[in-house]
């Protein structure tokens, strides 16, 4: 149908995202899938029966706006044990329709016109978008791609009066950096005695690898004061098309995230909230994760070691990076193009998590997948030869 309106777009550049092209491109020649940020495997089932029990039930219309009681409670449970912090559950903890809708949430309520909201590169795609669409300034402050680490002179440096927010991401996506105590330090001695808010998106704060701890904001009482912490059940429990997240922010910003929340979705998906209310009476179901994907990093890292890449470390998340600069000057997305139609292993360019699409001769690899198409995937890619 031709529309007899012309619409003015609120963001003329964006168009279909990577992660759909990339997926597309990949059925189409039956790629080994290593691009997608989500679980190939199965849940535990028991969720699935937690969640069935629930429907059973009755419980099928919706929650309260701000989320059922029982799992904010138990949430409000795990952070206090996990982090010393204590966040009341009737007022600074809200269940959302993905850590995703937490993000545009949090950026919407607290950010407005002409501000400027810091962020790193590469970046998950949508926190430049949403800055934008609230009529603020995204200010991108890159990375090292040599030690993946941040430049905090750097961030200082894009500091001015008119930085609302600074968006961080630990572990991060796409390049699996996990912060140090170190990050943690300067990043308090920048925002001290500033209105500067932290947004932190903790979605993989459950995959954190070789020893060392999560180090969210909430286990820090300076800048917990002026954070929102977002995470997701989806990433948690590999459930990712359920679409359950929740953040944590002191009340009276969660007072102002919660006027848009209610007016986008108003209540997360009922059923999943029950099931995620008990599977969090079972603290394994996540102190496990670590373990458990650190293995696959592992498996995915080692069975790469013949291969043409470098595989850099990866420090938590569901991903790492594999460097091809040292044998071609290929752009990003014709390596990752090359690799669909040729080894039939689909990868997502760096490239694409930069908005000004910066060349990197690096793609990144998901391991959040079993453990036959990690090996699959690997001996693909280490029987495939650059022309």
């Given amino acids: 149908m031709q529309s007899v309106i012309s619409a003015r777009s609120k963001l003329p550049d964006v168009g279909t995202t990577i992660f759909t092209t990339i997926g597309q491109l990949s059925a ?40 059922l009681p029982a799992l904010r409670e138990a949430l409000a449970q795990k952070v206090a044990t996990l982090y010393g912090a204590h966040y009341d559950p009737a007022r600074e903890i809200t269940i959302l329709a993905s850590a995703s809708q937490g993000l545009y949430s949090a950026i919407s309520a607290l950010v407005h016109p002409g501000d400027d909201v810091i962020y790193f590169e590469p970046a998950f795609d949508s926190y430049s978008p949403i800055t934008r669409l609230q009529g ?6 890159k990375m090292s791609l040599d030690d993946l680490s941040i430049d905090w002179d750097a961030v200082a440096a894009a500091v001015t009066p008119r930085t609302r927010m600074i968006i961080v991401n630990s ?8 912060f140090s105590e170190e990050d943690i330090r300067r990043l308090t001695a920048l925002t001290d ?47 990712t098309g359920w679409r359950v997240g929740y953040c944590l922010a002191p009340a009276e910003l969660m007072w102002e995230i919660r006027k848009v929340h209610q007016f986008m979705v108003f209540a997360a998906d009922t059923p999943m909230q029950f099931a ?4 969090l009476e079972n603290p394994e179901s996540y102190l496990r994760l670590p373990a458990f994907y650190q293995r696959k990093r592992d498996l995915l890292t ?7 890449f470098q595989v850099m470390p990866s420090g938590g998340s569901f991903f790492l990076l594999a460097r091809f ?31 000004d699409g910066t060349e990197t001769g690096m793609l990144r690899l998901s391991f959040a997948k079993d ?16 022309a």
């Avoid at 691009?35 to 029990?53: E, H, I, K, N, R």
């Fill in 28 to 67: 189409e020649h039956n790629a080994v899938n290593l691009a997608a940020g989500s679980p190939s495997f199965d849940c535990d089932p028991l969720l699935v029966d937690y969640t069935a029990a629930a429907m059973r039930a009755g419980h099928n219309q919706y929650s309260a706006m701000t989320g």
């Fill in 136 to 141: 603020a300034v995204p200010v991108a402050v």
């Fill in 171 to 178: 572990p991060h996506n796409p390049t699996g950096m996990a």
């Fill in 193 to 239: 005695n500033t209105d500067i808010l932290i947004l932190s998106d903790e979605v993989y704060e459950h995959m954190v690898f070789d020893g060392q701890p999560h180090r969210s904001m909430a286990a820090y009482p300076t800048l917990a004061a002026r954070s929102v912490v977002v995470s997701s059940f989806g990433k948690t429990y590999g459930v």
């Fill in 276 to 279: 995620f209310a008990t599977a």
């Fill in 302 to 308: 080692q069975a790469l070691a013949s291969s043409p």
């Fill in 325 to 355: 600069s040292h044998f071609t000057s290929m752009k990003d997305n014709d390596m990752v193009v090359q690799l669909i139609q040729d080894a039939k292993v689909s990868s997502i360019p760096l490239s694409a998590f930069y908005s």
């Fill in 371 to 386: 453990d036959e198409t990690l090996l699959e995937g690997a001996r693909r890619l280490c029987a495939w030869r650059h």
